[in-house]
């Protein structure tokens, strides 16, 4: 596959909430590509996925 097929693939498993198989296809894009949009994506994701909010569980 290409970066830009793991990439598509990535999104699609994103939007599907398969986040752990997104992160896997963005990782093997950016390993083919280090300027694919993968790159970023992957960032991004990574960042939802740490986001806490203690403040959101105790109303």
């Known amino acids: ?21 997104a992160i896997n296809c963005y990782i ?8 694919s949009p993968a790159v970023e994506a992957k960032r991004m994701l990574d960042d939802i996925l740490a986001y806490y909010n203690k403040d959101s569980y105790n109303p």
């Open 28 to 35: 093997q894009a950016a390993e083919l590509d280090p300027d």
């Open 1 to 21: 596959m290409t970066a830009e097929e793991y990439y598509q693939q990535g999104n699609t498993y994103r939007k599907q909430g398969l986040w752990h198989e």
